[in-house]
């Protein structure tokens, strides 16, 4: 059987794994139509960095951050613009004064802290 690119033939070990634990028949029907592991898109994974561990743990959204961790191994790069390349709208003075005024600074900084802006 010819070997296509990009494919990666079964071991007869990963054999004996598909029958032992059940699933010989998708590898059965991959190894015909394919004659192998078909290779799967490469995604661009970003790796979570301690820092954005603990805003998960703060902010409450630690058990979605873990999640995309273990089935992708950090944070899947969907965008065509790097998250370096989106503009942030800063507040302006008259934003912060308004703040002041009618009793919501503590949530704008909160907010500018987390985001950098609007």
Same mark, same amino acid.
């Given at each position: 059987?010819?070997?296509? +690119?990009?494919?990666?033939? %079964?071991?007869?070990?990963? %054999?004996?794994? /598909?029958?032992?634990?059940?699933? #010989?028949?998708?590898? *059965?029907?991959? %190894?015909?139509?394919?004659? /192998?592991? +078909?290779?799967? !898109?490469?995604?661009?994974? $970003?790796?979570?960095? +301690? ?5 998960? *743990? ?8 873990? #999640? ?9 790069? &969907? ?5 370096? !390349? *989106?503009?942030?709208? $800063? ?5 912060? &004064?308004?703040?002041?005024?009618? /009793?919501?600074? $503590? ?8 985001? /950098?802006?609007?």
């Amino acid at each position: 059987m010819v070997h296509n +690119p990009g494919v990666e033939v %079964f071991t007869p070990e990963e %054999f004996w794994w /598909g029958v032992r634990d059940g699933y #010989a028949g998708e590898m *059965i029907s991959a %190894f015909l139509r394919h004659g /192998g592991l +078909p290779a799967v !898109d490469q995604v661009d994974v $970003s790796p979570f960095t +301690p820092q954005e561990v603990w805003w998960s *743990i703060r902010d409450g959204y630690f058990g979605d951050m873990l #999640a995309q961790a273990t089935k992708n191994g950090g944070l899947v790069e &969907y965008v065509d613009t790097p998250v370096n !390349d *989106i503009a942030t709208a $800063s507040f302006l003075p008259e934003e912060w &004064y308004n703040s002041v005024k009618d /009793g919501y600074a $503590s949530d704008m900084i909160s907010h500018y802290f987390k985001h /950098g802006g609007l």
